[in-house]
Each structure stands twice: as structure tokens, then as C-alpha cells.
């Protein structure tokens, strides 16, 4: 085939699917028809693609019919349910939810780090990582490449949008109820002037820190925890990697952040990671905190890359390093590393 | 001696002085006259201690002039003056600046975990730790006490009053300038609403996290992660235990969190880990993820104790545990362990 493939964008009307399109509008132009799909609820509406109004279709079989590619950006219900209908029909589907990230028979790709995964596709489905292993991924994969991983110590500082837009609408409701206010010097006062409805957080998450992210897993375990360590021991193939996970919901609109501690084979030094981290397709190095040069997430929102920062040899291992990364959860964490995975099948499906 | 001791308090009119005013006025009667000092600029002002309005004396030498023990709660460059000032008076000084904590000749105490320290003090001075180190040190060394300590990776949610009451100034500011918007999207939106005065901070702390706390130290190390190693291996008297910390600044108004991952030299367990921490003097267990039960900054400010959380066994090392942590850093994290440290001392010197 060497026509433009035939692209659905499943999901298209949620927090993700909304900087979909926008990537799908700036990036080198894959792609033939592009067709938006949504749950029934939101069906109808319009969404501009490429500079055009594209009405969004209802997920059905026939939305479906005749795609090469679906770059699925829905809840995992319906992911679990459609994607396999989808691959059935010969479309390549690329999946950003949790359902199948650990399948055997479903590659995990980031394409700066494995990208020879997405070939080998038996269920007809590739999975794109959860938005906290993607902010450190890159960074990390490339470190690894270099001194070789022994050990993953993370603590996360998780925005709100992570759980999409109520969670935004959430912190923003907050925001303003303590906005003029004294609180948050007294216990509970900021829970009870927020109120029972805490959105999609398990207590308030404004003026506060919520050590909780995802479901419970076993043994204390939150989902978030387990995934960050299955996930990146998958990406990089090393199944027996040790990494250890503390997911937290900080009070941040878009941008997730993460300290790692990473541990190697071999003696490191913040020159050589310099370096590496510099040179790192998807990573940029910021990190002189004398001029105050350290990502935040209100500085890296809205932008492509993970930053890294705060590079520093432990004083005590001269095999491990401390760093502070942050990256968009909308774009490399969720939308960019999807349509990313969708160019390289589309690169492959359209190869002469 | 056997009449009850005066007592200074250095630096009364501050955010900690605030606090340690309540406690004195809470904490069983051991104080004579209780004097009151502080600056020059707020000397003059009455407040209140023990039900009375006492009036706050300008630091001077005949401020301090038959005081038993004095508390400092002044920044570094005042204690750094006046602690030997007071201390060739023969005065007990109780410190809570950076000053004198890694000194060979001040013991540094945290009564729960090293409460003998306290009494050998070559300089006259005993000095209190700093805030994110008190957060974690209870709980912390209780276990090392059952499994004996290997390593601590430790990342910090470090509330906006670390800095004082400019830092909640601030955060109470860039709170109502962001109230009402859809900033924390596009990149440094929340940095132009804030404008250019960031208080003490080096970056915006509404709706964002700053990887930075403290002055600059070598090889990339801020001085409180530089300070959280050197007091956690101090108070532990583990010298040579590996401590790598990452310290970060959130928009919480009074609340310091930790994630700590402790390695051990012997098997853990989360059974016996609670049974530790549910008996540990001066630390309330708090794990029920599944009841919503994890400490987080705002449930906790206002509270003395140290709160500890989401206790769970790596899955890859038998030997290492993971916690979050929450502690109010102006109680226990300051106030609440210098007036411990004074308590002591008072009654060493009331002994028959």
C-alpha cells in the first residue's frame, strides 16, 4: 500500500484526543482521512483537524470500517472492549489506556527507546505507557544504554490532569474556594472548606499532597506504583530490574514531575550524563540551579520533550544518580508518544 | 538548683516563635519567667504566653542576663551572633538554625530517637534539626533500631512556611492570582501571572513544584538535601549510612510529606513495620489506602506527631520498605521538638 493510511482517532473529544488533534494538525502529514470518534455522548460535535471541521462519528464497527490505524485515547473499559474489535478489522490499533500494557502478545513502545517493538504486534495491538513511566523513560532508557540499570527508586508529583478533565475542573474549583482564604494552617480545614466532592482524588488536592494514584494493587501497592515498575522493566527489557514507586497527585494543572534515584552496573559521573542527557532525541537537559535552571512544571507545559534537571552523583554510590524530570502528561506522556507509535506503523504500512 | 528555670525564647515574634508561644502555654508548667526577645524591629509588641500578655524584649545581652536556657528561633546569621553570646552567659542555648547542627561539639537531639545526646554539650549548645529531617527521623529510627539501616532515598514535599511567613505570603498571593483561571496549560503562563516576585522561592509555587530548597551546595546539592544526609546520619550516629534526598517545594501552606525508600540489613516485614511505627513514641500510624487512610499535609498540620503512611515491602528487595510521611513543619519540625530539647534540659537542671 502506498497511499495515506486511513487514521481514527478514538476518543477524540476527551483530554487527550482534544492534543491529539493538535499534533495531528503540526506534525508532517501521515496521514490520509483522519476520522474522529467519540462515546455517543459527545458525538456529532465538530472538532478542527488539520486547519478542517471534522464531524465526530459514534464508536461503532462501521466508524471503524476501513482505518489502517485507530490511536485509541478512551477509559479503560472501553479500550478492553473495542480495540480488540477493532484489530479484528485489520486496523493496527494504538492503545493509550492500561488494558493491555502487560500483555506478552502486546508490544510497550517508546519510540526513542524500543522502537523496533512496534513491529512485532500479534494481537494487532501496541501499547503506549501510562504518563508517569513516560515522563522518565527517555531520559532514563538513554542513561541505561550508557552505565547499564541496576535499580529505580521514583517519587512522583502527578497533576491533576492526570485524571483528565475533572481532575482539572477539580483543582480549579478548589483553587478558588481557598483563593483569599487563611486555610491550610489548621487540621482539616482545607477539606472541610473544599467539602466531600474531592472529583476524581481521594481527598482535597488543592494546598495539599495526595500520596494516592490509581486503584489499590496488592500489598498497599496503587496501580500507578505497580505500572511504573512493569512497565519500565518491559520497555527496557529487564524484566528483573528492581524499581520501587511512591505515586503523589500534587496541586498542578499539566505536568507531570518525578525524582529518580537511579542506581547502574557502572561508576557514573554527571559530565557523562551531561552529555548523554544532551544528545537524547526527546530529552532536554536544564540543569544549572545557580542561574535557576531546573524544570518546573509551569515552565515545561505545552511542550514535546521530558526535561531533566537537577543531575547529581550520589555522594555515597558512585554508581547512582539523582535526578528531577518533568514532562506534559498530555503530550509525551499520553498524546505525542501515541501518534508517534502511529507514525512508525504508518511509516511501515506505507513503506514501498 | 531547684526553682524552676527561665526560660529565653530568641526570636518570639517569628512564624516558629508563634508556635512555640502556644506550646509553652500548653506543655505542663515547667518554666519560671518566661522572657520573650526579638528583634529590635518587633521588639516593643505584646504577646500573649500562659494566658498573659508578656511584652517582647530587643535582643541584647541584658535580654538574655539570668536566663537558664534560651530557645532560638532567628534566622542562621542571628544565631550564628548570638547562641555563644548567650551560651558564655551560661545560658543553655536550643537551637533551630542550620548553624551548629553538623558542629562535632553540639549535639543534635531528637528525643525519641537519641535523648541521651543532650547532655554532653562542650559549647553550651544543643541544636534541633531541620524540618524535613524531623519529619521522617522518628519513624525512621525507630525501624533502624529493629532492622538496622543500609540506605535512604528520600524526596520531599516541603510546605510553602519552610520558608516563613514570607513563603506563606507568597503562596496565599500567587493563590488568589491564578483563583479563577485556566493557567497551568501553555508554557510559563503561571510564571508571567505571578510576575517576577517569587518571594523566597526560585521559581512560582502555585500551581507547580520546585525541585529547590535552600542555598546552593556542591556538586549540584541543595543545602537541605545536603542537611537532611548529614543530620539523618548525625542523629542516627550511622556515619556512613547512604542517604540520597531530592527536595522539593509544593504549594502547601504548613505541612512537610517525605517518600522514603529505607533499605535494612535484616528482612522487613509490613506486619512488624506497623507494629513498630504503631507503638513508636511521637509517630501515628496511619495505612488504610483502601479506607482512604495515608496522611497528607492537610490533615495533618496542626498536629504534633509524625505521620506515617502507605508502608509497603519492595517487591524486588526483602530488606527495604517504602513510606510517605507528613509532619506540620512548624510543630514538630521545629516548634514542638526545640521546646522537647528545652523540656529536657529543664529537667537535668531542676535534678535534686
Redesign the interface.
Known amino acids: 500500500m502506498n497511499r495515506k493510511p486511513t487514521l481514527a482517532v478514538v476518543g477524540a473529544t476527551g483530554a487527550v484526543g482534544e492534543v491529539l488533534l493538535q499534533m495531528l494538525s503540526q506534525h508532517a502529514d501521515v496521514w490520509g482521512e483522519i476520522r474522529l470518534i467519540a462515546s455517543p455522548r459527545t458525538a456529532g460535535h465538530k472538532l478542527s483537524v488539520r486547519g478542517e471541521d471534522v464531524e465526530v462519528l459514534p464508536l461503532s464497527e462501521e466508524a471503524l470500517e476501513g482505518a489502517q490505524v485507530a490511536l485509541f485515547a478512551v477509559p479503560d473499559a472501553v479500550a478492553a472492549q473495542w480495540a480488540p474489535i477493532a484489530a479484528a478489522k485489520g486496523v493496527v490499533v494504538v492503545d493509550s489506556s492500561g488494558v493491555f500494557r502487560m500483555d506478552a502478545d502486546v508490544p510497550l513502545v517508546v519510540p526513542e527507546v524500543n522502537p523496533h517493538a512496534v513491529r512485532l504486534r500479534p494481537r494487532g495491538i501496541v501499547a503506549s505507557p501510562q504518563c508517569t513511566t513516560l515522563a522518565m523513560i527517555v531520559a532514563v532508557g538513554a542513561l541505561h544504554a550508557e552505565f547499564g540499570l541496576r ?1 529505580l ?1 521514583v ?1 512522583t ?1 502527578q497533576a491533576a490532569s492526570g485524571e483528565g478533565r475533572a481532575g482539572v475542573e477539580t483543582l ?1 474549583r478548589q ?2 474556594l ?3 482564604t ?10 472541610r472548606a473544599v467539602g466531600d466532592d474531592t472529583g476524581p482524588f ?3 488536592v ?7 494514584a490509581g486503584e ?1 494493587g496488592d ?4 496501580s500507578d506504583e505497580l505500572r511504573l ?1 512493569g512497565e519500565a522493566r518491559k520497555i527496557l527489557d529487564l524484566p ?5 514507586a ?1 505515586c ?1 497527585r ?5 505536568g507531570h ?1 518525578l ?1 529518580v ?1 537511579a542506581a547502574f552496573e557502572n561508576e557514573v559521573t ?1 559530565a557523562r550524563a551531561h552529555e548523554i542527557l544532551a544528545t537524547a532525541p526527546g530529552v532536554v537537559l536544564f ?1 544549572n ?2 542561574a ?1 535552571d ?10 514535546d520533550p521530558a526535561w531533566v ?9 558512585p554508581c ?1 544518580l ?1 535526578l ?1 524530570l518533568c514532562a506534559d502528561n498530555l503530550r509525551k506522556g499520553a498524546a505525542l508518544n501515541a501518534a508517534q507509535i502511529a507514525e512508525a506503523v504508518a511509516a511501515e504500512l506505507t513503506a514501498p
Open positions: 535499580e527508586v517519587s508529583y480549579r483553587t478558588e481557598v483563593a483569599g487563611k486555610l491550610g494552617t489548621n487540621p482539616g480545614d482545607v477539606r481521594p481527598g482535597p488543592v494546598l495539599n499532597v495526595v500520596p494516592w489499590a500489598d498497599g501497592w496503587s515498575r528483573d530490574v528492581r524499581v520501587s511512591t503523589v500534587v496541586p498542578v494543572v499539566t514531575s525524582s534515584h554527571v540543569d540551579p545557580a535557576g531546573f524544570p518546573t512544571p509551569a515552565d515545561v507545559v505545552g511542550t534537571g537537577r543531575v547529581r552523583r550520589s555522594l555515597d554510590d547512582a539523582d528531577f
